[in-house]
């Protein structure tokens, strides 16, 4: 079992960043592949940035790239989202989630990551 906290979420202006958090307890967080995903109003939840075990590989959803950077740190147990230049669009819930992963390879499906936290709400304002 894996259990993951988001923050650093809140309410920033268009253009604006923010950095979310999430923090991983339980198993041995290495071993892990991390995703972050949103979901707005209405619609289904989506894949945003996901990273690899090391964090050697990463992969970015389409509207992102360029603006959103994932990171990690093994020895905090802990997954970043770096946000800049953000545009309403990009208001969600961000979760993050946790595969256990056997390759290095970064990019996975929804479905395929098994623990998830709660969320954190990402607000921008036009």
């Known amino acids: 079992q894996v259990q993951l906290v988001e923050s650093g979420g809140g309410l920033v202006q268009t253009g604006g960043s923010l950095r979310l958090s999430c923090a991983a307890s339980?198993?041995?967080?290495?071993?892990?592949?991390v995703g972050w995903f949103r979901q707005a109003p209405g619609k289904e939840r989506v894949l945003v940035a996901t990273?690899?075990?090391?964090?050697?590989?990463?992969f970015y959803a389409v509207f992102v790239k360029g603006r959103f950077t994932i990171s990690r740190d093994n020895a905090r147990n802990t997954v970043y989202l770096q946000m800049n230049s953000l545009k309403p669009e990009d208001t969600a819930v961000y979760y993050c989630?946790?595969?256990?992963?056997?390759?290095?390879?970064?990019?996975?499906?929804?479905?395929?990551?098994?623990?998830w936290g709660q969320g954190t709400q990402v607000t921008v304002s036009s």
């Open positions: 989630a946790a595969d256990r992963a056997y390759t290095e390879r970064a990019s996975a499906a929804q479905s395929e990551f098994d623990y």
């Open positions: 339980g198993r041995t967080f290495s071993d892990y592949r």
């Open positions: 990273i690899s075990r090391s964090g050697a590989g990463t």
